[in-house]
T-cell receptor, first 119, second 111 residues
């Protein structure tokens, strides 16, 4: 299995709703990432998990709450979002070795993304 | 924050021609990667070049890296209509392997 699977593919939610985005990979990758991408813009990093521990939070508002229940799953819990949070949310994973000490030379595998619309 | 800047921002060529895309970056890197994205969906990893490498090939792709000029180029030879996509360079500075993307180049290959 060489894929990252994201669900749902599309999500429309109200500003008072609570929803979750899910990401799954079975490649044994120990680093997982959430990116946000607005139309015609590059992906912007939100969170990095390394060995199931949050290692980077790019000053993301608390209405976005990541969770890594195990080495194969990554969730992004959404609560009280704003219309400007509408975007494509991308999950990615990459290999990571304990001895890398952050200097990894592996490409990322991205999922197809969840297109989120906040109304 | 963006590290890489690609140029041109948009490129239109005829099928069969070569496409060259450039990327410049600002700080020291561990590696530089190129990705393709079709129609706003997921990104596909194309090629990775490490900071101690100068050139790498993969099929119709050739990437070069000049760390003294902080620049990279991606050459796609014998382009096909299916190569139509957005292309991003991304730099890994080695700090927690944080990958930062450039603004991207839109490539259109006319049949």
């Amino acid at each position: 299995d060489t894929e990252v699977t994201q669900t749902p593919k599309h999500l429309v939610m109200g500003m008072t709703n609570k929803k979750s985005l899910k990401c799954e990979q079975h490649m044994g990758h120990r680093a997982m990432y959430w990116y946000k991408q607005k139309a015609k813009k590059p992906p912007e990093l939100m969170f990095v998990y390394s060995y199931e521990k949050l290692s980077i939070n790019e000053s993301v508002p608390s209405r976005f709450s990541p969770e890594c229940p195990n080495s194969s799953l990554l969730n992004l819990h959404l609560h009280a979002l704003q219309p400007e949070d509408s975007a494509l949310y991308l999950c990615a994973s990459s290999q990571r070795r304990l001895w890398d000490r952050g200097r990894s030379n592996y490409g990322y595998t991205f999922g197809s993304g969840t297109r989120l619309t906040v109304v | 924050s963006q590290q890489g800047e690609e140029d041109p921002q948009a490129l239109s060529i005829q099928e069969g021609e070569n496409a060259t895309m450039n990327c410049s970056y600002k700080t020291s890197i561990n590696n530089l990667q190129w990705y393709r994205q079709n129609s706003g969906r997921g990104l596909v990893h194309l090629i990775l070049i490490r900071s101690n490498e100068r050139e790498k090939h993969s099929g119709r792709l050739r990437v070069t890296l000049d760390t003294s000029k902080k620049s990279s180029s991606l050459l796609i030879t014998a382009s096909r209509a299916a190569d139509t996509a957005s292309y991003f360079c991304a730099t890994d500075t080695g700090a927690n392997s944080k990958l930062t993307f450039g603004k991207g180049i839109t490539l259109s290959v006319r049949p």
